[in-house]
């Protein structure tokens, strides 16, 4: 069992910046996919950006760019850094855990582990 815990949503002005925490309570090194999702009001989820496997990371069109996604191994912890941040990025946002099958972590699979969700709230 993986537990999740995300941190560090608030509110911002568009065009700032926040920094979002997710710490797990295993070695997430190679062994998972990690990844952020987001949920708006009135909004299916989406994948924003994932980290784990062969290869760079991998961003949603909507947020590459703006968006960094990153791990501290011996923290045991995931990170998303936003910046650039518009309206639309207004939602719940979700750290995820899955155990890595194979040398890829693609956009679109499932994930087996949830945190709780941080919200993220920017004002124009």
């Known amino acids: 069992q993986v537990h999740l815990v995300e941190s560090g949503g608030g509110s911002v002005q568009a065009g700032g910046s926040l920094r979002l925490s997710c710490t797990a309570s295993?070695?997430?090194?190679?062994?998972?996919?990690m990844g952020w999702f987001r949920q708006g009001s009135g909004k299916e989820r989406e994948e924003v950006a994932n980290?784990?496997?062969?290869?760079?990371?991998r961003y949603a069109d909507s947020v590459r760019g703006r968006f960094t996604i990153s791990k501290d191994n011996a923290k045991n912890t995931l990170y998303l850094q936003m910046n650039s941040l518009k309206s639309e990025d207004t939602a719940m946002y979700y750290c995820?855990?899955?155990?890595?099958?194979?040398?890829?972590?693609?956009?679109?699979?499932?994930?087996?582990?949830w945190g709780q969700g941080t919200q993220v709230t920017v004002s124009s």
């Open positions: 995820a855990a899955r155990p890595r099958s194979g040398f890829f972590c693609s956009f679109g699979m499932d994930y087996n582990y």
């Open positions: 295993v070695d997430i090194g190679s062994r998972y996919c």
């Open positions: 980290t784990g496997g062969v290869g760079s990371s």
